[in-house]
Nanobody, 126 residues
Framework: QVQLVESGGGLVQAGGSLRLSCAAS????????MGWFRQAPGKEREFVAA????????EYSDSVKGRFTISRDNAKNTVSLQMNSLKPEDTAVYYCAADTSPSPFVRVGVSNYNYWGQGTQVTVSS
């Protein structure tokens, strides 16, 4: 099975930056699309960003495009999310997820992801 553990969450003021990291188990990690999702209180889990197995393709939600950057290091079994220019509306629990389907596309739907981390809290104060 795939195990994912997020880290790097915390409290930051608006306009600041934060970098999230996700450590994954399994030798097949390098062939999985990896994504970041977030869930704010009272809201459904939503897509944030995803990256293909070789890092060649990535997708971002419109709300974070230009501010967040997803990256991965397959040698270290990690995927990261660099978050800049943070806004209070970015406040949520952020989850790392793996899409194990051998799709040539980077999928953005929550239901497409098979494994999930425990989540890490990101709070942006105004």
């Amino acid at each position: 099975q795939v195990q994912l553990v997020e880290s790097g969450g915390g409290l930051v003021q608006a306009g600041g930056s934060l970098r999230l990291s996700c450590a994954a188990s399994g030798r097949t990690f390098s062939r999985y699309t990896m994504g970041w999702f977030r869930q704010a209180p009272g809201k459904e889990r939503e897509f944030v960003a995803a990256i293909s197995w070789n890092g060649g393709r990535s997708e971002y939600s419109d709300s974070v495009k230009g501010r967040f950057t997803i990256s991965r290091d397959n040698a270290k079994n990690t995927v990261s999310l660099q978050m800049n220019s943070l806004k209070p509306e970015d406040t949520a629990v952020y989850y790392c997820a793996a899409d194990t389907s051998p799709s040539p596309f980077v999928r953005v739907g929550v239901s497409n992801y098979n494994y999930w981390g425990q989540g890490t809290q990101v709070t942006v104060s105004s």
